[in-house]
């Protein structure tokens, strides 16, 4: 649900990520600030992708975890490596835009044009209607002092295994039983598709990572751990063999350790080849031709279709 006004009384009220909109209708009928005061009040906006309402896609917001709006600048933080030190916690430039009245014009620099009627929606909440394509999105806004990079990061973690060509291992514990996966040497986790794929290598110290033979292939997943919000699971499902079961730590943005429960082994993997994303896949009628449009972040909840009316004549 969401409220019927366009732009009126904005206070500085945040709750993190909420996603429910009340049916209050505001009888104020002149806005308290223009369009650029309201995208400028928070220095971050978090794209809350599960909200999204409508069947299409815009490419630069179904990709960013945040966007900011600085001084006709357009920011957003596409990737977890570097999430919230990169660009000083807004991300990397992605374009500019214009706002006047209620829209918001931007152009992206690698999708180009695209235009938004701007709703406000609560306190800290900005609905963005596309009528080109009937779909809205809604984002939250924050300061950088207080939104939490960490959150985003660790509910996000599986995004965030994304973000290399590969995981190189550089450490096995002398401790623990032997086991089949001693012998795997690299992990990929394929953005794309059901987000959900993984390969691994028994190569050894391969230079150039499109070299690396991946020897098998099956789905991950990424869970948590009661009582942790920083310590995760994750399941390697071999396509023809049985699962790994690790429990999954970030030392820092470009290594992971993975604890194999059932042999008590620890592993450690390094990121090679880092992606930097600037765009999501595939949209009608542009470009797709790198492999730097293979990840989008991927809406959980079930799509519904938007009842917002296209007022554009």
């Known amino acids: 649900m969401r409220t019927a006004k366009l732009l009126l009384g904005f206070a500085f009220i945040a709750t993190f990520f909420t996603s429910c909109y009340t049916e209050e209708v505001y009888v104020n009928e002149q806005p308290v600030m223009s369009i650029n005061e309201l995208l400028n009040a928070y220095e971050l906006w978090y794209v809350d992708i599960n909200a999204t309402q409508g069947y299409g896609e815009t490419p630069f917001l179904q990709m960013a975890f945040t966007v900011s709006f600085i001084n006709g600048h357009l920011y957003a933080n596409n990737n977890l490596v570097g999430f919230g030190s990169q660009g000083n916690g807004y991300g990397v430039h992605i374009g500019s835009y214009d706002a006047y009245g209620a829209i918001l014009d931007t152009d992206h620099v690698i999708d180009g044009y695209d235009s938004f009627d701007v709703y406000q929606v609560d306190y800290n909440t900005i609905e963005l209607f596309n009528p080109y394509n009937n779909t809205s ?3 939250h ?21 994304q973000e290399y060509d590969a995981w190189e291992k550089t450490y096995t514990s002398h401790h623990g039983a032997l086991n089949d996966f001693d012998s795997e040497n690299y992990l990929q986790f394929l953005a794309g598709g059901n987000d959900d794929t993984f390969r691994s290598s028994q190569d050894f110290n391969v230079y150039n990572t499109n070299a690396i033979y991946w020897d098998f292939i099956g789905d991950y997943s990424v869970g ?3 009582g942790s919000s920083y310590l995760k699971t994750l399941t390697l499902d071999y396509d023809y063999f049985d699962n790994e079961f690790f429990e999954l730590t970030v030392i820092n943005d470009s290594t992971i350790e993975l604890y194999h429960a059932s042999s008590g082994t620890t592993y450690r993997f390094k990121g090679r080849g880092y992606i930097a994303y600037y765009r999501s896949s595939d949209a009608d009628g542009k470009s797709a031709n790198t492999e730097l449009d293979r990840k989008k972040r991927k809406q959980q909840t079930a799509k519904v279709e938007n009842t917002r009316t296209n007022t554009r004549s």
Do not use: A
């Open 137 to 139: 999105y809604f984002l």
């Open 141 to 161: 806004g924050y300061q950088k002092s207080t939104f939490d990079y960490n959150f985003v990061f660790y509910d996000n973690i599986h995004y965030f295994l």
């Open 224 to 226: 948590n751990i009661s």
